[in-house]
């Protein structure tokens, strides 16, 4: 399995990111998938996750009505649309197919700062 994160960086609060995650060694389409993300000296914390199929998503309330998970099965690509990001939001941000067990792969960083 690997999982392959991109698409962090540094953003002023109030904008906007896409991350996406490139997923190989295991039949993506058939997983139910995750984002997690760890900020220093915090706990990981689930973000969002999403049916195989794309049919369903749910979301923690810290980024409900700012963050949107999706899917590309054809390319086996996992991605978060991040908007209105917070101070907050900072942290190293994982794809996973399990939120406990991982594995985690790649993560890729984001800073949000003025």
């Known amino acids: 399995v690997q999982l392959q994160a991109s698409g962090g960086g540094l953003v002023q609060p109030g904008g906007s990111l896409r991350l996406s995650c490139a997923a190989s060694g295991f039949a993506f389409s058939n997983y139910y998938m995750n984002w997690v993300r760890r900020a220093p000296g915090k706990e990981q914390e689930w973000v969002s996750s999403?049916?195989?199929?794309?049919?369903?998503?749910f979301y923690a309330d810290s980024v409900k009505g700012r963050f949107t998970i999706s899917r590309d099965n054809a390319k086996s690509t996992l991605y978060l649309q991040m908007n209105s990001l917070k101070s907050e939001d900072t942290g190293v941000y994982y794809c996973?197919?399990?939120?406990?067990?991982?594995?985690w792969g790649q993560g890729t960083q984001v800073t949000v700062s003025s």
């Open positions: 999403i049916f195989a199929d794309g049919s369903n998503t």
């Open positions: 996973t197919q399990d939120p406990e067990k991982g594995p």
